[in-house]
């Protein structure tokens, strides 16, 4: 586990790390890489993560609020019971994720996903 607070930390790469239980607050990640990292029950608070890559990280359980993460590219990542709340996601790519059980805003991801299904199968 790790504490980092008040930190710039553009363009900095974390790989094959265990980071279970770490704390990031007002940080900035932006342009930050995670590739095959553990953030289990990770907190992630007032956080720029800007155009962040992060691909086969496991995410369980991680608490994530007030971050801006426009452009940022997430593969592979298993958010199985994660939460995100006061989040601005804009442009981000989510790919070959477990989102079961992840929360934004208090709403499950899969029903949300379940809903747009269904608007975009009315419209058709």
């Known amino acids: 586990m790790i504490r980092i607070s008040n930190a710039a930390l553009p363009g900095s790469e974390f790989d094959d790390s265990d980071l279970t239980e770490s704390r990031f607050s007002d940080v900035s990640l932006k342009e930050a890489v995670f590739s095959n990292v553990d953030l289990g029950r990770a907190l992630v608070t007032d956080a720029n993560a800007e155009q962040m890559i992060v691909r086969n990280v496991a995410m369980n359980a991680v608490v994530m609020e007030n971050v801006v993460m426009h452009g940022a590219s997430v593969t ?46 009315e419209r058709a």
């Open 76 to 121: 592979h990542v298993d958010f199985n019971g994660s939460t995100i709340r006061f989040a601005s996601l804009a442009d981000t790519s989510i790919a070959e994720c477990d989102l079961s059980g992840m929360t934004i805003n208090g709403y499950l991801v899969t029903d949300l996903l379940r809903l747009a299904e269904e608007q975009s199968l």
